[in-house]
């Protein structure tokens, strides 16, 4: 964000960008959209191990966001990149049992899944192998 000494309203901000994110599935009608509780368990089946890892992008600045675009493998990349989480820990210190890729615009489905098959093949130590796609 680039925000030298960010006070409440810039952390709120974030925290709502976030959060709307993360339920947008909830607010809009659709075969696909469900509760989080849903989510969670089509995701991952074992109820144990059901812990989200939020990440977000773009992060910019508000000052720059009409300035950049920014394609689908630098939003996927940077989603997965520990200083894009909201929570203090780095993921490549563990696996990921799966993922779910929220994309809102205009974004070709073809460009998700081929970087997301890239992510996947390129970081496949950070994915469990026995859990398939």
């Known amino acids: 964000m680039k925000v030298k000494s960010p006070n409440y309203s810039h952390l ?3 925290v709502a960008k976030v959060m709307s994110g993360v ?3 909830l607010r809009f ?3 696909l959209n469900a509760d989080l509780r849903k989510l969670a368990t089509n995701l991952v089946p074992f109820p144990r191990l059901h812990f989200f890892l939020v990440g977000t992008a773009p992060l910019t600045s508000s000052a720059n966001a009409g300035y ?4 689908v ?3 996927t990349h940077q989603l997965f990149d520990p200083h894009n989480m909201m929570a203090a820990c780095d993921p490549r210190n563990g696996r ?3 993922a779910s ?3 809102r615009g205009h974004v070709a489905t ?3 899944e081929e970087e997301m098959l890239n992510v996947q093949k390129k970081d496949a130590a950070h994915f469990v192998e026995w859990i398939p796609n």
């Open 96 to 98: 990921y049992l799966t």
């Open 73 to 75: 493998q630098t939003l």
């Open 110 to 112: 073809k460009d998700v």
């Open 68 to 71: 950049t675009k920014d394609s």
């Open 23 to 25: 339920t947008c599935s």
């Open 101 to 103: 890729v929220i994309f």
């Open 12 to 14: 709120n901000g974030l």
């Open 29 to 31: 009608p659709g075969q």
